[in-house]
């Protein structure tokens, strides 16, 4: 293998792992919007498939839903086991499927800026602080942010019974980050969308 083979294919690889790392940040920095569980707990669901079988494992993409995958199956896997539901693709009442997407929010401010006020103060007898008015007006406007869609489907009736959608404002795209840092951010993150889902055939 060449030396310039081998530096692009090491490029790309650093590439997938940093897209990902952008992803992920601490759990304060992640929007989690779920549905109610009243429709999925109605059913009291035991059995679960995934709805698309795994990306095959590769090191030769930039794409970084192929980091994602194997640590998304993980995670929701271990953390539906513990609810007692059991992975039986021949059984399944449900299925598991997941988008990874990227997006653009307007008139979002990042975290560092989530204390500043774009609004003076009309608080008696104080000043304005208008650099900290600027200050927010520069660091908002358009930001990029990596969005992951985790959906429940019913298996009769193919349609949608649970749906938790994980949102994060990209601050630093070309930030790099452990591997193990990553997997421990989304156990976290999903950890939370999906702590009010019931324990496997209670209704």
Aim: with cysteine.
């Amino acid at each position: 293998m060449g030396i310039r083979t081998l530096a692009a294919r090491l490029l790309r690889s650093a590439i997938a792992v940093s897209a990902l790392a952008a992803t992920l940040t601490a759990c304060s920095g992640v929007e989690i919007q779920t549905d109610s569980v009243d429709a999925f707990a109605s059913h009291g669901y035991q059995y679960y498939k995934w709805r698309t079988a795994p990306l095959p494992a590769t090191r030769h993409t930039s794409d970084p839903t192929y980091a994602l995958d194997p640590v998304m199956r993980k995670e929701v896997n271990r953390i539906l086991q513990e609810k007692g539901y059991v992975l039986d693709p021949e059984r399944a009442q449900f299925s598991v499927d997941y988008l990874f997407a990227t997006g653009l929010r307007d008139g979002a401010s990042p975290e560092q800026a989530s204390n500043i006020s774009p609004i003076p103060s009309a608080t008696m007898n104080r000043q304005v602080d208008q650099a900290s008015v600027d200050n927010a007006i520069a660091l908002g406007g358009v930001k990029e942010t990596n969005n992951i869609v985790l959906q429940f489907n019913d298996s009769a009736r193919k349609s949608v019974v649970w749906r938790a959608m994980l949102t994060n404002i990209v601050e630093d795209a070309n930030r790099s980050e452990k591997q193990q840092d990553i997997d421990s951010k989304l156990q976290n993150n999903l950890a939370r969308a999906m702590k009010d889902l019931p324990a496997a055939g209670s209704r």
